[in-house]
Nanobody
Framework: QVQLVESGGGLVQAGGSLRLSCAASGRTFSMYAMGWFRQAPGKEREFVAAMSGGGYNTYYGDSAKDRFTISRDNAKNMGYLQMNSLKPEDTAVYYC???????????????WGQGTQVTVSS
């Protein structure tokens, strides 16, 4: 079983930055592809970014390209999402996700964290 805990969310002004963290436990982190998803109130869940287990492959959703960067530190069982140039429309609960296979189609893996709230004020 895999447990995921996100942190790093908060309130930030438009144009600012946040770095989300995802702490993983339970299994060998490097065996899993990692992804970030988000869900705003009243909207469907949206794919943000994904990275392969070894960190060599990445894939970004349209909303994240050129502004967000996904990364991971397998030695620490940690994943990250660096978010720059934040916009009010980035306001959402952000979820860390792990799966057996790296996917470049935005589909999630099996394991989810509880989410962390990101609020961007205008």
């Amino acid at each position: 079983q895999v447990q995921l805990v996100e942190s790093g969310g908060g309130l930030v002004q438009a144009g600012g930055s946040l770095r989300l963290s995802c702490a993983a436990s339970g299994r060998t982190f490097s065996m899993y592809a990692m992804g970030w998803f988000r869900q705003a109130p009243g909207k469907e869940r949206e794919f943000v970014a994904a990275m392969s287990g070894g960190g060599y492959n990445t894939y970004y959703g349209d909303s994240a390209k050129d502004r967000f960067t996904i990364s991971r530190d397998n030695a620490k069982n940690m994943g990250y999402l660096q978010m720059n140039s934040l916009k009010p429309e980035d306001t959402a609960v952000y979820y860390c996700n792990l799966g057996r296979t790296f996917r470049a189609d935005g589909r999630p893996g099996d394991y989810w964290g509880q989410g962390t709230q990101v609020t961007v004020s205008s």
